[in-house]
């Protein structure tokens, strides 16, 4: 069959309409895309910053960076939210939330001052900047949770310069996270991070208020010396302890 002009003219006009509709749908659907990432965003704020309760705000920030990394490409396979203590690094939430035993036991926390591996993770809180291995084989801070892994994204969680804990994101297929998956996780990075800030800033002066009426009523050195110690504890997160006292006749604690 041979077309005439008229026949060519009606399939070029035909062919131009279909490439303006199919642009029109992409254009949709990645405008779509990206209000679900704000929207995705917008309620992972809400949420961790609705709560001064730390373990809340800690299984809130693992969830919604699962929920984030599957807007746009391939959902995370597991979540991990760690934090700056000291020298170390202490795993304290992962999505699924069943599973934070399981990896304290096989990672643990982390000495950041250790010439050894540090992890991926460990490796964002050193150098203060994003993490994204599209295979993690090969990697010599890589330090196996699952033995399936490939693909790995950590974020450092920051107050200015200072870097106090970081979110990391696996999955099982190589190249499972992009650019795009980096920049949404460091735009919940920014907010996570303010909310911890926050809820522990909280915590120390509902501490240090207790210590105070408590104090004010005790009623020997002894106890005072417990209300102290106790509350120390409770502010460096740690299980024990001691208070020493200076003996000036010997020149040294005693």
Known sequence: HRFTNDELINIELFANQAAVAIHDAQLYEEIQVRADALQALYEAGRIATGSLNLEEIFSAIVEQTWRLTGIEGLEARFCSLALVEGNSLKPVATFPPERLPDFQSIVGTRDLHNQ?????????????????????????????????????????????????????????????????????????????????????????????????ASLISSSGLREVLDLVMEAAMALTNTESGSILFWDAQIQRFA
Do not use: C, M, W
Not at 194 to 199: E, F, H, M, P, R
């Open 116 to 212: 050894n591996r540090i992890g991926v993770a460990g490796r964002a809180v050193r150098t203060g900047e994003t993490q994204l291995l599209k295979d993690v084989a090969g990697d010599p801070d890589y330090i196996p949770y699952n033995l399936e892994t490939h693909s790995e994204l950590a974020v450092p969680l920051k107050i200015g310069e200072r870097v106090i804990g970081v979110i990391n994101v696996e999955h099982t297929e190589r190249n499972a996270f992009d650019e795009k998956d980096k920049q949404a996780l460091e735009s919940l990075a920014s907010q996570a991070a303010v909310a911890i800030q926050n809820a522990q800033s909280y915590q120390e002066a509902t501490i240090l208020q207790e210590l105070t």
